[in-house]
């Protein structure tokens, strides 16, 4: 078959190949430099955002809160519970360590000021912290939602709650009164059971049976049985704040038990506050799944953007005012006297600030022979 291709078309079928193949190679000098080029300018923005100042952190607080509000017509409100969860003993930029209670009563004035129609949206990044304020909140979301009155809260949810990082504890027990939980892949929830005294309950009772009333105590007592009362009082909060959208599965129900989705609803609320976890043990979004908890992972680009200029704000507070500090100490500062010891600046040419001392000294002679 090839004897009959001539010497030439060998030829021109070889340079054809050659500068297909160069062009080719040429393409994808052309897509991998392009790439790079654009990954280069993905990075050098993405260092450039992560050392923002807490100016530019707290503009982007600001912008990004205002593109939420704008969400569904702008007839959403934002709250926001983003805590310090640093190291330090006092919240940095007025950001609390916990929820308080001036905390949860500015959410709840918000909450009581939004009409029927309103769609709160809850954005939370905290370990907890009292249990009042807490409860206080989502009781008041609860109260809002029976304003709302009927809706379909899987398609229309009314009340919305973002967990982009952590929400343990007593950001959990608020969390569970939304219509439905946003978390990121990487988030937390936690257990809602009662801490007294840095210890739950459940410990002082250990304790108590292991050792007997008599070898125990009688602070660890009298806190033992504090707890126990608060353990039946967070109990029936839980049951009543627990949105019926979340609900035990069934496969986890008691075989001998009522199984209705109200049922199914106290039984989680009572499985969350009865201590059979660490109250440190992380619930993962899988694990508030298998839970029954109504999850959705897709939060909003600006969800993220508020929270982490948020954090922002709180690390970068101090260097900020320190900066602050420093340049209104220099625009203090007297200025440099001249080298002659004078005080005064220097005249100006032509235009001289006083005159001259011998010129003053020639002015007066002559002003005291025309007398």
């Not at 939004?114 to 939370?124: G, K, S, W």
């Not at 420093?326 to 500062?333: L, Q, S, V």
Request: charged share 30%; aromatic share 6%.
């Amino acid at each position: 078959m090839f004897e009959s291709v001539s010497e030439q078309e060998l030829v021109i079928a070889a340079g054809s190949f050659a500068v297909i193949s160069l062009l080719c190679w040429g393409y994808w000098q052309y897509l991998t430099h392009d790439r790079r080029q654009r990954d280069a300018r993905s990075l050098e923005k993405l260092r450039t955002w992560l050392d923002r100042s807490y100016e530019e952190a707290r503009q982007g607080y600001k912008d990004a809160r205002a593109r939420l509000e704008k969400r569904n017509r702008k007839n959403t409100i934002v709250i926001d519970l983003i805590h310090d969860l640093g190291d330090e003993f006092e919240g940095r930029d007025s950001a609390e360590q916990e929820i308080t209670f001036d905390e949860a009563f500015n959410a709840i004035a918000a909450i009581r000021g939004a009409n029927a129609r309103t769609n709160i949206m809850i954005i939370l990044h905290t370990l907890g912290g009292y249990a009042r304020p807490a409860h206080m909140v989502a009781l008041a979301l609860k109260k809002h939602l029976k304003k709302v009155g009927r809706h379909n809260p899987y398609k229309h949810p009314k009340v919305t709650v973002y967990v982009p990082y952590v929400a343990m504890s007593g950001g959990t027990f608020i969390a569970l009164a939304a219509d439905r939980i946003f978390m990121d892949e990487t988030a937390s929830l936690g257990p809602i059971d009662t801490i007294y005294g840095s210890f739950p309950s459940e410990a002082y009772e250990d304790l108590i049976a292991q050792k007997g009333v008599e070898q125990t105590q009688d602070l660890l007592v009298l806190l033992a049985h504090e707890a126990s009362k608060y353990d039946k009082y967070a109990q029936e909060v839980a049951r009543e704040i627990i949105n019926p959208v979340h609900k035990l599965p069934l496969g986890k129900m008691p075989a001998d038990g009522p199984r209705t989705d109200a049922a199914r609803s106290r039984a989680l609320a009572d499985h969350l506050t009865s201590g059979e976890m660490s109250h440190s043990q992380a619930i993962s979004p899988t694990s508030a799944r298998e839970l029954g908890i109504n999850l959705s992972r897709s939060i909003p680009p600006d969800v993220y953007n508020l929270v982490d200029a948020r954090i922002r704000m709180i690390q970068t507070k101090a260097k900020s005012e320190a900066d602050k500090e420093a340049r209104e100490a220099d625009e203090k500062k007297p200025d440099t006297p001249n080298s002659s010891g004078d005080d005064d600046q220097p005249p100006t040419a032509g235009r001289p600030d006083r005159t001259d001392p011998i010129i003053q000294k020639v002015i007066d002679k002559t002003l005291e022979g025309i007398e």
